[in-house]
T-cell receptor, first 115, second 115 residues
């Protein structure tokens, strides 16, 4: 399966806990983008990473959110001390290069529910 | 500040007829536009795109029209099929040296094609 893999598909966390969302890009893709979709809204850009580098984090909330894309392993979106407002679908996309939107492939998303 | 707007939350058409989905944008720096289709519990799937140097791009049943002066684009699906029922997102990207591949999405339009 050469697609973008996200896990878990569904994640339930209590308020104050940490959430870790994983994204494995398509084979040969070294660029990862994270987006968040709140209920009844479109997708909002959060962060763009290349291996071991954060390139653009202009969409990341200032606190509690962080992202990494290590040399080995998947990209991780980490949300500390989750609140109800963090409940959303989080999508990851990967591409072969910077700005190559035509090659953008999205994963199926992780649906985070904060109770 | 909603830079990409899809003002119709939903659209219903009869099978075999034309579906027209509309999208407006405000940022004149956008130079690449895409349409994505999304089924429930799945990630967005790329449908068709258009560069700002063109005013039309066609791919099978799908055609995208771009009117730069009006900052408006539309997606035409003809003939519409029940399998086209999904949420359609318009997205835009700004070019130039600062282009990181970040996409700005509209809120989405839910298309229902009735048999």
């Amino acid at each position: 399966n050469a697609g973008v893999m996200q896990n878990p598909r569904h994640l339930v966390r209590r308020r104050g806990q940490e959430a870790r969302l994983r994204c494995s890009p398509m084979k040969g893709h070294s660029h990862v983008y994270w987006y968040r979709q709140l209920p009844e809204e479109g997708l909002k850009f959060m962060v763009y990473l290349q291996k071991e580098n954060i390139i653009d984090e202009s969409g990341m909330p200032k606190e509690r959110f962080s992202a990494e894309f290590p040399k080995e392993g998947p990209s991780i979106l980490r949300i500390q001390q989750v609140v109800r407002g963090d409940s959303a679908a989080y999508f990851c996309a990967s591409s072969q290069g910077q700005g190559l939107t035509i090659g953008y492939t999205f994963g199926s998303g992780t649906r985070l529910t904060v109770v | 500040d909603q830079q990409v707007k899809q003002n119709s939350p939903s659209l219903s058409v009869q099978e075999g007829r034309i579906s027209i989905l509309n999208c407006d944008y405000t940022n004149s720096m956008f130079d690449y536009f895409l349409w994505y289709k999304k089924y429930p519990a799945e990630g967005p799937t790329f449908l068709i795109s258009i560069s700002s140097i063109k005013d039309k791009n066609e791919d099978g049943r799908f055609t995208v029209f771009l009117n730069k002066s009006a900052k408006h684009l539309s997606l035409h699906i003809v003939p519409s099929q029940p399998g086209d029922s999904a949420v359609y997102f318009c997205a835009a990207s700004a070019g130039g040296s600062s282009n990181t591949g970040k996409l700005i999405f509209g809120q989405g339009t839910t298309l229902q094609v009735k048999p």
